[in-house]
């Protein structure tokens, strides 16, 4: 599995914290910036990102910015994207078994990093249910339309 990641200045250090995670653990990973802790718009990112996955260039998303509100905001404007919030691995979990979550969203200010490893790595390791759930995907694919 190849992952996207991408935030604005205010996830930045979690982008790279979470990207020595990946390498640790063997997984492939493409960064879509920030490169620094320079002021940028978390928008920018968050649409980067979205299009990575929508293109498949990567197969799931990390996204970070200072809260997560705004980057998870920005990547649900792109058509096909269910980006995931979340502060516990339960609603990691969760967003993948019941919502087929294609990218996480993570506040880079809000939760600690080891945390957020431990939400990553749940996140990653868990599989779509389809089923019921996929009925109720289709239905927000059909407001989409
Ligand atoms: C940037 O200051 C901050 O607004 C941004 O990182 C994010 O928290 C927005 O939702």
Redesign the pocket.
Known sequence: MKIGIG?????FELKEYIKEYLEREGIEYVDYGTNSLE?VD?PDYGKKLAEGVISKEVDRGIA??????????ACNKVRGIRAALCGDTYSARMSVEHNNANILAL???VIGKDLAIEIVSTWLNSEFQGGRHGRRIDKISNIEA
């Not at 970070?64 to 905001?73: F, K």
């Open positions: 935030s604005d200045h205010g996830g002021s978390y970070i910015c200072g809260t997560g509100i705004g980057i998870s905001i506040g880079g200010r």
